[in-house]
């Protein structure tokens, strides 16, 4: 019998935001592919760029959710980003915090004081709040200024929930580049740092996430596998024109991909279809013979986009227009 995808790692590094959940709503399937990894031994470690909730109000609400979960399984890019300012400031240092107070106390742990405006400040922390607004913004330009060291939690410039994308921390942290010039030191992923604190002893992890310059990148920044799921921010589009560091190793609809063979999940030609290139870029035709036509086109593509450097698509025959329809992929 053929071993699925979760029988070759030891741990799963899941993203939260259009991963496991988006907003107050779970992704179908994902509850059931957690709770499966975990009766086959295989530990999730949830690791968020979000950082406006404490570790258990993250775990609190992925239990409602029915997800099996310990505060301790949670790490968010607070944790990682108060961490990262404590190695950068001596103890006791002033530290402008915006975001949450799930952010400041987090600064606070790590020995640090927390403060609310420039005056004095030696550095700046900023993470995603939805209450951040032009009066915090000035006092973090004003410090940055004035040479305060700036950790930012997260740059994602989107955060998916139930209402579409909207903005992110990175949409905030760019208000304070523009107005500075300087670059933020940064604690979440694309970095390795949140991912391998969650990795925490194990071995062999698996990358899950929906954000190509995120979570994938972040998987290329440890060294491990990624299996990208097309339930939240990234999609067909964004995977033909990714360059080789935001490429998964997987593609799957969503975590019910985690029990599929891997060699059914890889970008890589795939029975019934073929992408060929042609005079407009590339050429689709078949009809698929998988369980998945239109996803087993993608991944089909995928490996020919990369291969050829193109992403424009077109379709010779109905079949093939249909999946790049269901795609997003017509023109």
Avoid at 79 to 93: D, I, K, S
Avoid at 210 to 220: E, F, Q, S
């Amino acid at each position: 019998m053929t071993e699925d995808l979760l029988a070759r790692h030891d741990i799963l590094l899941a993203d939260l935001d259009g991963t496991l959940y988006r907003g107050p709503v779970v992704v179908p399937g994902a509850v059931a592919a957690v709770r499966d990894a975990a009766q086959r031994g295989v530990p999730t470690a949830y690791v968020t760029n979000n950082a406006s909730r404490s570790p258990a109000d993250v775990a609190e609400h992925l239990a409602e959710l029915g997800f099996p979960v310990r505060t301790a399984d949670v790490r968010t890019s607070a944790q990682a980003g108060a961490a990262l300012l404590a190695e950068r400031v001596p103890a006791g240092a002033s530290v402008l915090v915006l975001g949450t107070e799930a952010l400041a106390e987090e600064v606070r742990a790590q020995g640090l004081v927390v403060v609310g405006t420039a005056a004095g400040a030696d550095a700046v922390i900023q993470g995603h709040s939805p209450d951040t607004g032009w009066r915090q913004l000035t006092e973090a330009v004003v410090a940055v200024r004035a040479g305060a060291v700036w950790v930012a939690t997260n740059v994602d410039l989107t955060l998916p929930t139930d209402r579409g994308a909207l903005p992110g921390n990175g949409s905030m942290v760019q208000v304070v580049r523009n107005a500075t010039g300087v670059e933020p030191a940064v604690a979440g992923k694309p970095g390795a740092r949140l991912l391998r604190e969650g990795q925490g002893s194990a071995r062999r992890p698996l990358v899950l996430g929906d954000r190509l310059d995120t979570d994938i990148a972040g998987a290329h920044a440890l060294g491990e596998p990624s299996l990208l799921v097309l339930t939240g921010v990234s999609q067909a589009p964004d995977l033909l024109a990714a360059p080789p560091d935001l490429r998964p190793t997987y593609i799957g609809a969503d975590l019910a991909a985690l029990a599929r063979d891997p060699a059914e999940l890889t970008p890589e030609p795939r029975p019934g279809w073929r992408a060929t290139p042609g005079a407009d870029g590339l050429v689709l035709s078949g009809s698929g013979a998988g369980a998945e036509p239109s996803l087993d086109a993608l991944r089909t593509l995928c490996a020919a986009a990369w291969q050829h450097g193109t992403d424009r698509v077109t379709a010779e025959g109905d079949p093939a227009a249909a999946a790049l329809r269901e795609l997003g992929l017509v023109r």
